[in-house]
């Protein structure tokens, strides 16, 4: 809904246009979610690739094998809109193809991070740290469409992100552990940064950035 108001001086705004213009600023100034994808790539060099396989027509789609470790490579860039203080998830966008069989897939994502314009410490790319999305899957639909995020407790902190920071990513299938139950490969898509946005940005492209929410 638009907001009322009065271009010439008139009549005050009646109780409903009021309480409509609040909820109108609320909703537009709330925070909500917002998402950077990246398809993985493979690198030159890459130990443990997935496949370049038929995914379904003439497309084709990374395949990671259900009895080894397959991996691949990904980067994404912490939006400028990003609200400060709030943590980031990571989601997983793949499908069985044309499998209809069940079971557990293992995923693992391996990752570094660091803040932009030279910073000293917190600009310094640290030991990597390895987190599990171990998505089960009993419908058995071939071709289905899934998203699966990491668990809330390994959400990164929004205490240690900030704007136009860059995380460097391995994701792979751990097919050959015991959790991994699926019996068949499955094509990884793409991955998903998940951020809240306050929906006014920042007021620079460098530091100093704000701390605290500016909405």
């Not at 409903?16 to 109108?24: I, K, M, P, Q, R």
């Not at 939006?79 to 499908?95: A, E, N, Q, R």
């Not at 917190?122 to 071939?142: D, H, K, L, M, Q």
């Not at 240690?160 to 751990?174: G, S």
């Amino acid at each position: 809904m638009p907001i009322v108001y009065r271009n010439v001086k008139g009549s005050a705004l009646t109780y409903a246009e009021l309480d409509g213009n609040f909820s109108t600023l609320a909703g537009r100034t709330d925070l909500a979610w917002a998402q950077v994808g990246s398809e993985p790539s493979i690198e030159s060099g890459t130990g443990n690739p997935p496949e370049l396989a038929p995914f379904i027509g003439g497309i084709n789609a990374w395949s990671y094998s259900a009895t080894s470790m397959t991996e691949a490579f990904s980067t994404s860039d912490l939006p400028f809109d990003w609200c400060p203080g709030t943590d980031l998830v990571y989601g997983i966008h793949w499908s069985p193809g044309n499998s209809t069989s069940t079971g557990t897939v293992r995923f693992g994502l391996e990752f570094t991070y660091a803040w932009a314009y030279g910073q000293g410490a917190a600009s310094v790319f640290p030991a990597t740290t390895t987190i599990y999305v171990e998505p089960t899957i009993s419908t058995g639909v071939a071709y289905e469409h899934y998203l699966n995020f990491n668990a809330p407790a390994n959400n990164f902190p929004g205490s240690l992100a900030q704007q136009n920071m860059r995380f460097l990513v391995r994701i792979f299938r751990d097919g050959g552990h015991p959790n991994d139950t699926f019996p068949d490969p499955v094509f990884i898509l793409a991955t998903d940064l998940f951020y809240q946005t306050d929906r006014f940005g920042v007021p620079n492209k460098s530091p100093p950035f704000p701390t605290t929410p500016i909405s």
